[in-house]
């Protein structure tokens, strides 16, 4: 559960550069290691979600987060 907590304190921090452009994101669940975030706003349909997921979001997690593995959109 302590895991879980990071990554939503992590999220929090993320979501206002989200919010900027349009865009925000959703905790869905923290399972194996794998979050579950639902993208929502304007990063549906953008051409750069999967740099935004990968490269922004996962990357961040996986390393301020031990435990976390990878980061999927659903």
């Not at 990071?6 to 794998?34: A, H, S, W």
């Not at 961040?60 to 959109?73: C, F, Q, S």
Request: aromatic share 6%; glycine share 10%; net charge negative.
């Amino acid at each position: 559960m302590e895991m879980e907590k990071e990554v939503k304190r992590i999220l929090e921090q993320i979501r206002p550069y989200l919010n900027r452009d349009g865009g925000d994101l959703e905790f869905v669940k923290l399972e194996d290691g794998i979050v579950y975030i639902r993208m929502l706003g304007a990063c549906v349909g953008c051409a750069l979600i999967d740099t935004t997921l990968y490269d922004g979001i996962e990357r961040i997690l996986v390393e301020r987060v031990p435990g976390v593995i990878a980061v999927v959109a659903v």
